[in-house]
């Protein structure tokens, strides 16, 4: 905020003192003759009267000066109070909304039992090694895709991976995506069926593919502390759409069939 200052002019101009001299004026007026007696003045002598004085009357004396003016510096006067400014003063920021807290994300619920109904499907059979898992399911969900897309048969569900057998170097899988009819001219290893059922444990993956390992471990862990023993199978479904999501930010439940 501007801070005004204010000055005061102190400085006082002494008055000069005024002497108004008048000029003389001699009044040198006769002075009147003496009015005639009432009275019979007596005869008249023989020596002249005296004739009037000849000293003149006296002079008028000069008024006295008047009283010198008021001091021709202007007494100081109160200096007036600082104008408002211009700009109107800023004034004290309203109080900012409590800002709304961002909701925190919970850890995802770890193993809770669920149920999972059977839905129509159409699906495809595939094998794949591990060092290309991804991409083989990438090209599995493709074919499906472009499929329904000829067609226009809409999606009807999340796309999953069911893992029918697993070894050391590779696995086979059934690529599904659920459907409310029927496509038709279906390719090679392409089927119509039903979706897995039944009582699952429900765990969740976020990321990437390559670090599901580390979600197994943990279900595998789980699982163990538990002394829960699984079937040979294991679903993923994807929340997040394979071929649209980046990698790293896929969503994916894995649902364990327990024996």
Do not use: C
């Amino acid at each position: 905020m501007i801070r005004f200052r204010r000055l005061a002019l102190a400085a006082l101009i002494p008055a000069a003192a005024l002497s108004l001299g008048l000029p003389e004026v001699l009044a040198q007026t006769p002075s009147p003759a003496p009015a005639a007696s009432a009275s019979p003045s007596p005869a008249p002598s023989a020596s002249p009267a005296p004739a009037a004085s000849a000293s003149p009357a006296p002079t008028a004396t000069a008024s006295p000066a008047p009283s010198p003016a008021a001091s021709a510096s202007p007494a100081p006067t109160t200096s007036p109070s600082p104008a408002a400014s211009a700009s109107p003063s800023p004034t004290a920021p309203p109080p900012a909304a409590a800002a709304t807290p961002a909701p925190v994300q919970t850890a995802d619920p770890f193993g809770p039992e669920t149920t999972l109904e059977a839905k129509k499907v159409v699906m495809v059979k595939g094998t794949a090694n591990w060092d290309s898992a991804f991409d083989t399911l990438i090209d599995a969900f493709k074919a499906l895709n472009t499929l329904l897309d000829k067609q226009g048969i809409k999606h009807a569900g999340n796309a999953m991976i069911v893992y029918t057998s697993t070894d050391d170097t590779g696995f086979t899988f059934l690529a599904e995506i659920p459907v409310e009819q029927d496509p038709k001219n279906l390719a090679k290893d392409m089927s119509i069926g039903k979706s897995p059922e039944g009582k699952v444990l429900k765990f969740v993956h976020r990321g990437s593919y390559d670090n599901m390992d580390n979600t197994y471990e943990a279900i595998t862990n789980h699982l163990d502390d538990k002394r829960l023993e699984a079937k040979d199978t294991f679903i993923e479904e994807y929340l997040t759409d394979p071929l649209k999501t980046a990698e790293d930010k896929l969503v994916i439940n894995v649902f364990v069939p327990l024996k």
